[in-house]
T-cell receptor, first 117, second 114 residues
Framework: GAVVSQHPSRVICKSGTSVKIECRSLDFQATTMFWYRQFPKQSLMLMATSNEGSKATYEQGVEKDKFLINHASLTLSTLTVTSAHPEDSSFYIC?????????????FGPGTRLTVT | AQSVTQLDSHVSVSEGTPVLLRCNYSSSYSPSLFWYVQHPNKGLQLLLKYTSAATLVKGINGFEAEFKKSETSFHLTKPSAHMSDAAEYFCVVRGRGTASKLTFGTGTRLQVTL
């Protein structure tokens, strides 16, 4: 149980275009979803936290107009990188959590490798 | 605010020898601590977690960690390394509340040699 999927697993896009990444909780309802970014050989950095039906909370330094997050349902959150540039190339990982049984454990997706050319 | 410090960026061991990956934490309250493993180009897998129950926590694949409040440490150990253990390991501390944020350490790359 507690499986999180991401789609696509890998995407290459041209500079200036937008890319949407989906994060789905397959067998549970996620009250909260998180989006992380990981540069090569570095740790994960939290970008934003989203709760279903409300606006995402962005971490300091993350441009909300560039990284659009939509959490339309309890099983789906999307991250759209708008007007992507080569410096946006990174590994994007989502996680999902639910409050069942008092646990707030985060379950991670397999990640999406974005390359902007 | 909470933070974790992973003392080694890279650890190399021979197959069959013990593994020790060090982590120190800083927190103004009793923390929840985790160890995650990440294989190349993969997502994160939870190895084990400490949430104020037993201080010696056993995880998957033979890993365990001991929470030591006096030393503010949560080191990860395994008695005998296997080639498949080669990966990046992250020590993580969780904040309080229902939308609890995770703060990641900088990671330790474990290399296992023959």
């Amino acid at each position: 149980g507690a499986v999180v999927s991401q789609h696509p697993s890998r995407v290459i896009c041209k500079s200036g275009t937008s890319v949407k990444i989906e994060c789905r909780s397959l067998d549970f309802q996620a009250t909260t979803m998180f989006w992380y970014r990981q540069f090569p050989k570095q740790s994960l950095m939290l970008m934003a936290t989203s709760n279903e039906g409300s606006k995402a909370t962005y971490e300091q330094g993350v441009e909300k107009d560039k990284f659009l997050i939509n959490h339309a349902s309890l099983t789906l959150s999307t991250l759209t990188v708008t007007s992507a540039h080569p410096e946006d190339s990174s590994f994007y990982i989502c996680s999902a959590s639910f409050t069942g049984g008092g646990s707030y454990e985060q379950y991670f997706g397999p990640g999406t490798r974005l390359t902007v050319t | 605010a909470q933070s974790v410090t992973q003392l080694d960026s890279h650890v190399s061991v021979s197959e069959g020898t013990p593994v020790l990956l060090r982590c120190n934490y800083s927190s103004s309250y009793s923390p929840s601590l985790f160890w995650y493993v990440q294989h190349p180009n993969k997502g994160l897998q939870l190895l084990l977690k400490y949430t104020s129950a037993a201080t010696l926590v056993k995880g998957i694949n033979g890993f365990e960690a001991e929470f030591k409040k006096s030393e503010t440490s949560f080191h990860l150990t395994k008695p005998s390394a296997h080639m498949s253990d080669a990966a990046e390991y992250f020590c993580v501390v969780r904040g309080r509340g229902t939308a609890s944020k995770l703060t990641f350490g900088t990671g330790t790359r474990l290399q296992v040699t023959l």
